[in-house]
């Protein structure tokens, strides 16, 4: 089998709403993925943000094959250990409250729609307020969600019950909310516009009109949560130095992977998927106590969310992290690889910015050799770094994205820097 082969099959069989890029691949090990011809190329996408702790890591390989081999599925008519462990865990890292499982981000979102409406059904109010060039998922009402129109050409008309206002201004959201809204949404890091990280005082400030209005609060953490920021949860990291955020940690847990999880700061819901499970896959919802039981018997549900097999994975991806000190890599090398990239800044780039192993490489607006008919910038860059043997993920037109995995080391972060500077060079 060869790349173009299996290129043909797709373009015969598969249904085509990804712009693919011409590459396919048969294995990984770590943060390197091999091509049917034998190329290895480093991946500092991580399958975006899904693969947490690399490819084949054996201590998941092994929970998957051996849960496969106890229980796989069982449905949500019947309880199993492994969920009930997974909902712990997640509770104990964020606050008080439970946990719902599906299977994808959008299905998170979902369930944090289904929560508003519910909340809000009695009161007459069902509008969320969302931001501009934000993203949670490709479902009609994620794609309402999401302050982007491209997404949304061609599927009019939208659900109705979404606005969107400019990201970090809190006083174009305050201004937005009507006697209708019951709801606000907003990512920690905009991870698809652009990597943008909601400043302290904004989520500050969110929770206090929340509290105010009588709203609830939504975190999309899909692609900023699961340690990729250094903290578990974006948030975490944005507001730890936000003495306003803080209570004291009473006693602190051991590991400094779960540093100040007691934060006074508490969203109302947070939708997570993407890196949870390591990349088997899992979407799963928080909601804060006193709303974790609106959604009652019969209101939303799913036949794969939780599976003992993918809450088995995810609970091995929560081991790794802790025992081999993964939210502090996240920090350390996300903190030297913008450091080196800002050393780089040429006249090919014009900002580095993100939080952790989330970082945004926006590049000059004007370079030449990076205008190709039909093709945004940051594709053409990402297309030149294909052909280095570097994988990044496109973020908004200028903006390409590293997510390598949380287990990332010095070795792969130089080169990925030296392939980076080398591409630059040649443009
Ligand atoms: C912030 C955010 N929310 C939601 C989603 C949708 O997740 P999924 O593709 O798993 O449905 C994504 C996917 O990129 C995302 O980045």
């Known amino acids: 089998m060869s790349t173009a082969s299996l290129i043909d099959r797709f373009s015969r069989s598969v249904v085509p709403t990804y712009g693919r890029f011409p590459l396919a691949f048969t294995r990984g090990q770590g943060s390197f993925l091999w091509d049917p011809e034998g190329k290895r190329y480093l991946d500092f996408g991580a399958g975006i943000a899904v693969c947490s702790i690399g490819h084949a890591h054996p201590a998941l390989a092994h929970a998957v094959a051996q849960q496969?081999?106890?229980?796989?599925?069982?449905?949500?008519?019947?309880?199993?250990?492994?969920?009930?462990?997974l909902a712990e865990k997640l509770v104990?890292?964020?606050g008080p409250g439970k946990c719902f499982f599906c299977n994808s981000g959008a299905e998170a979102n979902e369930t944090l729609f289904k929560l508003a409406r519910k909340?809000?059904?009695?009161?007459?109010?069902?509008?969320?307020?969302?931001?501009?060039?934000?993203?949670?998922?490709?479902?009609?009402?994620?794609?309402?969600?999401?302050?982007?129109?491209?997404?949304?050409?061609?599927?009019?008309?939208?659900?109705?019950?979404?606005?969107?206002?400019?990201?970090?201004?809190?006083?174009?959201?305050?201004?937005?909310?009507?006697?209708?809204?019951?709801?606000?949404?907003?990512?920690g890091i905009q991870g698809e516009g652009g990597v943008?990280?909601?400043?302290?005082?904004?989520?500050?400030?969110?929770?206090k009109l929340c509290d105010e209005r009588k709203l609830l609060l939504f975190v999309d953490s899909v692609q900023c949560g699961m340690f990729r920021t250094g903290q578990f949860q974006s948030y975490q990291r944005i507001?730890?130095?936000?003495?306003?955020?803080?209570?004291?940690?009473?006693?602190?847990?051991?590991?400094?992977?779960?540093?100040?999880?007691?934060?006074?700061?508490?969203?109302?819901?947070?939708s997570m998927a993407k890196g949870i499970a390591g990349g088997l896959p899992m979407g799963a919802v928080w909601i804060r106590q006193p709303?974790?039981?609106?959604?009652?018997?019969?209101?939303?549900?799913?036949?794969?969310?939780?599976?003992?097999?993918?809450?088995?994975?995810?609970?091995?991806?929560?081991?790794?992290?802790?025992?081999?000190?993964?939210?502090?890599?996240?920090?350390?090398?996300?903190?030297?690889?913008?450091?080196?990239?800002?050393?780089?800044?040429?006249?090919?780039?014009?900002?580095?910015?993100?939080?952790?192993?989330?970082?945004?490489?926006?590049?000059?607006?004007?370079?030449?050799?990076?205008?190709?008919?039909?093709?945004?910038?940051?594709?053409?860059?990402?297309?030149?770094?294909h052909d280095a043997g570097l994988l990044t993920i496109p973020s908004g037109n200028h903006t390409i994205r590293l997510l390598p995995p949380l287990n990332v080391n010095m070795y792969e972060s130089n080169h990925a820097l030296q392939k980076i500077a080398e591409v630059l060079a040649a443009l």
């Open 196 to 207: 943008h990280a909601a400043i302290p005082e904004y989520l500050l400030g969110l929770r």
């Open 291 to 385: 709303y974790s039981d609106i959604l009652g018997p019969g209101t939303h549900g799913t036949t794969f969310g939780g599976t003992p097999l993918a809450c088995a994975a995810a609970l091995s991806v929560f081991t790794v992290i802790e025992k081999e000190k993964l939210a502090d890599n996240a920090r350390t090398f996300g903190e030297y690889l913008q450091t080196q990239l800002v050393l780089q800044k040429s006249s090919r780039i014009r900002n580095v910015r993100g939080l952790g192993l989330m970082i945004g490489v926006e590049l000059q607006p004007d370079i030449p050799s990076l205008a190709v008919e039909g093709k945004t910038p940051a594709i053409v860059m990402v297309n030149k770094l």
């Open 68 to 85: 496969a081999q106890t229980l796989i599925h069982t449905s949500n008519l019947y309880h199993t250990e492994p969920q009930a462990h």
């Open 92 to 94: 104990s890292l964020i």
């Open 119 to 187: 909340f809000g059904h009695d009161s007459g109010r069902h509008e969320i307020l969302t931001t501009i060039n934000s993203f949670h998922g490709r479902t009609l009402a994620g794609i309402a969600a999401t302050g982007q129109d491209k997404v949304k050409k061609g599927f009019e008309p939208a659900v109705e019950g979404f606005r969107h206002v400019p990201f970090n201004d809190l006083d174009a959201m305050r201004a937005a909310v009507s006697d209708k809204t019951i709801a606000i949404l907003v990512e």
């Open 239 to 270: 507001l730890e130095n936000s003495q306003a955020a803080q209570t004291p940690n009473a006693g602190g847990p051991p590991n400094s992977a779960i540093r100040n999880p007691q934060s006074a700061f508490l969203p109302d819901a947070i």
